[in-house]
């Protein structure tokens, strides 16, 4: 992977560097080494050690282990059993908070699941990805959200909203999320409403209380700010703009303007 295109990477949530699996030779070994990445081993069958400093993880089938950049491991095949393992390295600006959330960590490296073949399936469907003309990528990005996703409902602590304030935080940030993504559409307060899944009433009454604004007046706020941050390019019409801030009529787009801001959409591209 060339230095350009790392330095791209770095700015995704997520992003592959590699992924694999391998069927050891007894006592088959690697490190003490280093890596730049973070990378999760899942161990299909037999058995092996893993090592962090002074700490030794005897793992078998169904364990996995996590291996943190810049952290000195060492990992080695059972010389009688030997493991048949794959791996996935990966990183991006959400690659922590994502291990963290599954409680997978430095301090805690080591995960155990054997309910089903949902993990075993995720790491083959990843690997077979590399043998795609087209898609790999996205199908190994797909998977490896799948499992991180296993990994973190595993985790039950701090799983849900344990309370009334948390609950109330989680709704209004999907209902700003959701109106951030589709203020150029024609959306409703129901719509809105309904993607939260709370009645409108009720979850209207919680918007105003905690923002003490109504939803309308945020949803109108909200598409007036992305209008004047359009109405410097002199290559948008008031109607172009409009149409890209979710009114389909530019008069009453131009008649919310001046409500909000004083003037209309003209007086304001002149008086920038």
């Excluded at 790392?6 to 949530?13: A, W």
């Excluded at 943190?68 to 393992?85: E, R, V």
């Excluded at 109607?239 to 131009?254: E, K, Q, T």
Aim: charged share 20%; glycine share 6%.
């Amino acid at each position: 992977m060339d230095n350009h295109m790392v330095d791209n990477l770095q700015h995704t949530n997520l992003y592959v560097y590699q992924c694999g699996s391998l069927s050891c030779e007894n006592g088959h070994s690697y490190g003490p080494a280093v890596r730049d990445h973070f990378l999760i081993h899942y161990v299909h069958s037999g058995k092996g050690i893993f090592k962090i400093g002074n700490d030794i993880y005897h793992l078998k089938a169904g364990s996995g282990f996590l291996i943190c950049p810049d952290i000195l491991t060492y990992y080695k095949a059972d010389d009688l059993d030997p493991w048949h393992y794959s791996w996935i390295g990966f990183h991006g600006i959400m690659a922590e908070a994502y291990l963290k959330d599954a409680n997978l960590t430095l301090n805690n490296p080591v995960f155990e699941y054997d309910q089903d073949d949902f993990i075993d399936h995720c790491f083959n469907e990843m690997v077979s990805a590399y043998y795609l003309k087209r898609g790999g990528e996205v199908k190994r990005l797909a998977f490896l959200y799948l499992f991180l996703d296993k990994l973190i409902q595993m985790n039950p602590v701090g799983l849900y909203y344990d309370s009334t304030d948390g609950r109330r935080d989680a709704y209004l940030t999907q209902a700003l999320q959701f109106i951030e993504m589709n203020y150029s559409r024609k959306i409703s307060i129901e719509a809105i409403s309904q993607h939260v899944g709370l009645n409108r009433s009720y979850f209207t009454s919680i918007f105003k209380n905690s923002l003490n604004m109504t939803l309308q007046e945020y949803l109108i706020e909200f598409r007036i700010r992305k209008a004047c941050e359009l109405l410097p390019n002199p290559k948008l019409t008031i109607g172009n703009i409009s149409r890209s801030v979710g009114y389909s009529d530019p008069l009453l787009f131009s008649k919310i303007f001046k409500r909000v801001k004083g003037m209309t959409p003209s007086e304001y591209r002149n008086n920038m």
